[in-house]
């Protein structure tokens, strides 16, 4: 059955470096999404994006914030300069066209120390 | 030490018993719902989404019902497993909009 995949799994940054969260979506998917989980709260939604652009975002996803479809598979999270209230696990999903049901991938724990 | 975030409500059921996981939602527009599952430091799972014009939906195992007068959501997992230990999140949609907006989340604990 496919998957959302995601890399990496964990990861563990400096305060003020730039991370880059790497998703590869379902393949007949075209809307994408990210979500983040902070420890022990709600999935909150991020960002959707389709057809290039992106098509809402929730006020957590500021400039800080960036997402970007750089070739045909995979979807990628940029935190520019992260601060420690960025640490959570963060989901990719993705939809097909023709459905409601958005599909999780298995998440990046990312620390920010 | 402090616990930081929600405390999350926990229904704890014996192996072979049903259990029924319960969801107010917030936004009376809200067109589509769905459950996922979480077990522990993985990513939501799929589980049954219903549509706001069915108040009924069943998969294996697994029902949905949808009261839109109380905006209230449920789910019913007929003789639940060891496997179904998680914890439940349920999930609206409103509208055209893409994103869909979690609930608090119940921790399932199945009991041998």
């Known amino acids: 059955e496919p998957e959302v995949t995601q890399t990496p799994s964990h990861q563990v940054t400096q305060m003020g470096q730039e991370v880059i969260l790497r998703c590869v979506p379902i393949?007949?998917?075209?809307?994408f999404y990210w979500y983040r989980q902070i420890l022990g709260q709600k999935v909150e939604f991020l960002v959707s994006?389709?057809?290039?652009?992106?098509?809402?975002k929730s006020e957590i996803f500021d400039d800080q914030f960036s997402v970007e479809r750089p070739d045909g598979s995979n979807f990628t999270l940029k935190i520019r300069s992260t601060k420690l209230e960025d640490s959570a696990m963060y989901f990719c999903?993705?939809?097909?066209?023709?459905?409601?049901?958005?599909?999780f991938g298995p998440g990046t724990r990312l620390l920010v120390l | 030490g402090e616990s930081v975030g929600l405390h999350l409500p926990t229904l704890s059921v014996q192996e072979g018993d049903n259990s029924i996981i319960n969801c107010a939602y917030s936004n009376s527009a809200s067109d589509y719902f769905i459950w996922y599952k979480q077990e522990s430091g993985k990513g939501p799972q799929f589980i049954i989404d219903i549509r706001s014009n069915m108040d009924k939906r069943q998969g294996q195992r697994v029902t949905v019902l949808l009261n839109k007068t109380v905006k209230h959501l449920s789910l019913q997992i007929a003789a639940t497993q060891p496997g179904d230990s998680a914890v439940y999140f349920c999930a609206e949609k409103t509208g055209g909009g893409n994103k869909l907006t979690f609930g608090t989340g119940t921790q399932l604990k199945v009991e041998l």
């Open positions: 994006f389709y057809n290039n652009e992106i098509s809402e």
């Open positions: 393949s007949n998917h075209l809307y």
């Open positions: 999903a993705s939809r097909d066209p023709t459905a409601e049901t958005q599909y």
